[in-house]
């Protein structure tokens, strides 16, 4: 592939974990340069492994992947989503909310974020094209993107201090990337 396809390839899987990078901040202000190597790293090792393992798994299992991958995508961003806002509205004690960039929230992200860099693996394998290099651009520009996503984040939420409010925009933010994820495939 030629590097201008690869780069627009990498920055065009990166957006979801960008949207994702972005909104996690503006719930979780502090702290923000740990949570953008976090986000950065996980997102992009997801986004690096995800077409590798679409790339195995070959044309044998194309057809049941194919067909379910936004559903799995959208179900896992409106849970995190969900949860995100369910806490801040309904959570009425003053402790603090728990944080998008926690080991298992972040994990679940990264995941639902990365299903269609397992898609690209598919599809670049059994259009004949080496999976290595793609893989390689798809994680590296994402987890560049996201750490940015993180700081931006964090900087607008120092702009605006309703912490609660914030985490609502944050988890309906989420929700929306999923129903696009999961409209993209209906409207296919």
């Known amino acids: 592939m030629p590097w201008i396809e690869l780069i ?23 702290h923000p340069h740990v949570h953008a ?13 995800m077409p590798l393992l679409g790339g195995i798994i070959g044309s044998v299992a194309v057809n049941y992947i194919a067909k379910y991958d936004n559903y799995v995508a959208f179900l896992l961003l409106l849970f995190v989503g969900g949860k995100m806002i369910y806490e ?17 929230t972040i994990i679940v992200l990264a995941i639902a974020t990365s299903l269609d860099a397992l898609a690209v693996g598919l599809s670049l394998k059994l ?13 590296g520009i994402t987890g560049m993107i996201s750490f940015c996503g993180v700081m931006f984040g964090a900087f607008l939420g120092k702009l605006m201090r309703a912490e609660r409010i914030l985490t609502v925009i944050g988890g309906a933010a989420i929700i929306l990337i999923g129903l696009k994820i999961l409209l993209s495939s209906i409207l296919k």
């Open 8 to 30: 627009v390839l990498g920055l065009s899987v990166s957006v979801d974990a960008f949207a994702v990078s972005v909104s996690g901040a503006l719930t979780d202000r502090e």
């Open 127 to 139: 259009a004949g094209n080496g999976i290595l290099i793609p893989a390689i651009f798809m994680g």
């Open 37 to 49: 190597v976090i986000a950065g790293g996980m997102f992009g090792v997801f986004q690096f492994i």
């Open 88 to 104: 801040a509205i309904f959570d009425k004690e003053e402790k603090e909310l728990k944080s998008p960039f926690d080991f298992p």
